[in-house]
């Protein structure tokens, strides 16, 4: 008898965790359509269970909330997620996360048409700032709330909407909202502060690079046109000294020198040019990206071509930067390895941001392969310009193959200031 006591107490867990993870992968992969038909999902695990309504549905919740799926969802996402579950599951018809900001309680995630109401707001303001909440004069609906702690301070508090006589068991699963809510909030607070730390660093690494451009052009670009007129001095004076047939091997000889030297100072000034990011940053991109086009065509041979479609001068300083490093990296990595006899480059604003796209016509190759193999050698470009592109909350992709050239793409989203943000931010990896 206690072995099948067992037996069905082992059917019944088996059941809850079957369905929370269910349930888990709908809400993340379908969104709010995942909660349609939950009432169906919570009847039939009640039946299998023999829990009730009730019970069955705050399981299915505690189950759910908890599931990995969830947990490692980047933390605007994973709130979401949590809130679906929240109205699908609690007698609620809407709920919402806002966080502390300057200017008030700010919204940063929110399930159901009447979420983001300005009753919400106040009584997430009061939540948050610890004040007591007075009854509800609608008796037909009743706005609860519950604050979030970190380091004993309220930072957010959720925020639900449901019908008076539901209070209490709505504060039961308020509060395990609640729980589940302070390490998203954690997490991304440790996820912008490093992110702001990186960007500080790529901040740095620019201003290096500036100075190490004006470095060059104030010290070895003045010592080699000193040396080039030393060299035609000497030669003069060679030329006047000499004859015959020495004359013409010296002066041959000389004239090689000099030719080899503007081939130098031809390609220190590039690479002086091209470390200065102040004027990229604040230069129109388009002309930046001519320019640089322009010197790739001399140098390589190469047919380059550029499209522009739309305006850029919302980009910030640093989205210019990157833009104009991943499409040089880009260029100088189709002049080096590829082959190609064409490179396509396009520049597209677009409705949330901004896209490059740089496309050759070479041999391609495999590129798993290719990424793994320059990182154990130490060439960190295509890694290097993958991580740019991350700082910047943008999306960074190539695709190539043997026989099929090469596209690397890159979508930057529109830059807000940093007031002007709120809340969570998705982070992309």
């Known amino acids: 008898m206690a072995h099948s006591v067992a037996s069905v107490r082992d059917l019944s867990d088996a059941a809850m965790l079957y369905a929370a993870d269910a349930l888990a992968a709908s809400v993340v992969e379908e969104g709010a359509s995942a909660i349609d038909d939950i009432d169906h999902l919570v009847a039939t695990v009640a039946e299998v269970t023999e829990l009730s309504i009730d019970n069955a549905a705050f399981s299915l919740y505690m189950r759910a909330s908890a599931s990995p799926q969830i947990l490692n969802l980047p ?4 709130a979401e997620a949590h809130l679906r579950l929240l109205v699908g599951l609690a007698p609620v018809t809407d709920a919402s996360l806002w966080v502390d900001e300057l200017g008030g309680a700010e919204c940063v995630a929110a399930v159901g048409d009447a979420a983001e109401t300005r009753r919400c707001r106040h009584i997430a303001g009061q939540t948050i700032r610890g004040e007591h909440q007075p009854e509800d004069e609608d008796t037909r609906t009743q706005i609860s709330g519950v604050p979030i702690l970190r380091w004993g301070r309220p930072v957010a508090a959720v925020v639900a909407r449901s019908r008076p006589e ?26 912008d502060r490093s992110t702001s730390r990186e ?11 500036l100075r190490l451009g004006f470095d060059l052009h104030d010290g070895p670009l003045q010592d080699v046109a000193a040396l080039a007129s030393d060299l035609r001095l000497a030669r003069e004076q060679l030329s006047l000294s000499l004859s015959g047939r020495l004359r013409s091997i010296l002066l041959g000889r000389f004239d090689d020198l000099g030719a080899r030297l503007e081939d130098i100072d031809k390609t220190v000034r590039e690479l002086s040019n091209s470390l200065e990011s102040s004027r990229v940053g604040t230069n129109p991109l388009p002309d930046t990206l001519r320019r640089e086009l322009a010197g790739f065509d001399r140098q390589s041979g190469i047919e380059g071509s550029l499209t522009v479609s739309g305006t850029f001068d919302s980009l910030s300083a640093s989205q ?29 604003q677009m409705p949330d941001g901004v896209r490059l796209l740089v496309c050759d016509d070479g041999e391609g190759f495999d590129v798993s392969q290719t990424v793994v193999a320059a990182a154990k050698r130490g060439r960190l470009g295509l890694i290097g310009m993958s991580e740019r592109v991350r700082l910047l909350g943008g999306a960074f992709s190539i695709s190539s193959s043997p026989g099929n050239g090469t596209d690397v793409c890159v979508t930057l989203p529109s830059w807000q200031p940093v007031g002007a943000r709120s809340g969570l931010e998705t982070v992309s990896g």
């Open 75 to 78: 933390p605007r996402v994973a």
């Open 166 to 191: 539901h209070r209490t068991r709505v504060s039961v699963f308020l509060l395990e909202c609640r729980a589940m809510l302070a390490p998203v909030l954690e997490r991304d607070v440790l996820l």
């Open 199 to 209: 960007q500080q660093l790529q901040q740095a690494s620019e201003r290096r690079l």
């Open 320 to 348: 210019r930067i990157a833009i104009f490093r991943i499409a040089q990296e880009s260029l100088a990595n189709a002049r080096e390895h590829s082959g190609a006899t064409q490179v396509a480059v396009s520049l597209e």
